[in-house]
């Protein structure tokens, strides 16, 4: 193992266990910033922290993918392109997790296992080669950016600052898709998409209680 090597799998450890630790800090300011608190039932707050704890998991699995892809990734520009994208995924991070805590609410117990699961797909998407990889994060983004759609119109309509965080999320997750479409993204077989919708409904109802 060549010093570079090493040194960016020392980088990618940190970054996986901040991430399962929930301790990683944004490099963007937080989009809720001054938004004042809404004065929210017990019940919209509850639910509030269970969809920003769906979120969070999902940006544990962004963390895993994109780590598995980046380290996979033969193309230079695509390394570096994946690589801003998971930065940004590290902001999301950061940000649902403060939510999670304003919230009163917890991260997902099963974080560890979301990881390691979200890793060994990213590491097979890259494997496959960077038109597959970019596939199926373009459709991992598209997916990610319509399940954000729907908790807009979940989320009590004046509790500002949780909807301010899934936008900015939502936009984020909008222009990493392009980004990897402009890449040179292949199109996902039909069943492929399926299968990957369902077991994001999976993990979700499952990190919704859990
Ligand atoms: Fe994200
Ligand atoms: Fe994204």
């Known amino acids: 193992m060549t010093p570079d090597v090493l040194e960016r799998a020392i980088l990618e450890f940190d970054r996986a266990l901040r991430a399962v ?21 017990p019940q919209e707050r509850e ?16 963390q895993a993918l994109y780590q598995g892809q980046a380290l996979t990734a033969r193309n230079p520009r695509t390394r570096e392109s994946l690589e801003r994208a998971a930065r940004e995924e590290g902001d999301h991070l950061a940000w649902s997790m403060d939510r999670i805590r304003e919230l009163g609410g917890r991260p997902s117990l099963l974080n560890p296992l979301w990881y390691a699961g979200s890793l060994a797909l990213g590491l097979g998407a890259g494997l496959l080669g960077d038109r597959w990889n970019l596939a199926f994060l373009a459709e991992t983004e598209r997916q990610v950016e319509q399940h954000l759609t729907g908790h807009l119109g979940d989320l009590a309509p004046d509790d500002a600052r949780t909807r301010a965080v899934v936008e900015a999320m939502r936009d984020d997750e909008a222009r990493h898709r392009e980004t990897a479409v402009s890449l040179g993204a292949a199109e996902l077989p039909r069943p ?17 209680r859990v």
Request: proline share 6%; with cysteine.
């Open 21 to 41: 630790a929930g301790v990683h800090q944004a490099d963007r300011p937080n989009p809720a910033g001054g938004i004042p608190e809404a004065e929210l039932g």
């Open 47 to 62: 639910h509030a922290a269970a969809l920003m704890r769906v979120n969070h998991v999902g940006e544990v699995c962004a």
């Open 192 to 208: 492929a998409k399926r299968a990957m919708r369902a077991m994001a409904k999976l993990m979700t109802s499952v990190a919704y």
